[in-house]
């Protein structure tokens, strides 16, 4: 069964920075693209970036690109996205994605930028 679970969102003040992670199981994680998508009140949810399987391959939303920093650690089969020099436009709700034969989400944690 797999299961990815988020954490380490929260309120932050504009500047600031938040590191979230996604423990996963149930599926050969080594193996598995690993992806972040966002989802802001009244939007789509959108692809925030995502890492190869060895994690030597990474991509970025235009609108994320300096800031921030996917990355992975394939002996505790977890994904990290660390976010820097936050802006209100980043608030949303974070959810971590594999496609394994499907695709899976995580339950999502909200990240609210404001002062």
């Known amino acids: 069964q797999v299961q990815l679970v988020e954490s380490g969102g929260g309120l932050v003040q504009p500047g600031g920075s938040l590191r979230l992670s996604c423990a996963a199981s149930g599926f050969p994680f080594r193996d598995q693209v690993m992806s972040w998508y966002r989802q802001a009140p009244g939007k789509e949810r959108d692809l925030v970036a995502s890492i190869s399987s060895t994690g030597g391959t990474t991509n970025y939303a235009d609108s994320v690109k300096g800031r921030f920093t996917i990355s992975r650690d394939n002996w505790k089969n977890t994904v990290y996205l660390q976010m820097n020099n936050l802006k209100p436009e980043d608030t949303a709700v974070y959810y971590c994605?594999?496609?394994?034969?499907?695709?899976?989400w995580g339950q999502g944690t909200q990240v609210t930028v404001s002062s």
């Open positions: 994605a594999v496609r394994y034969y499907r695709g899976y």
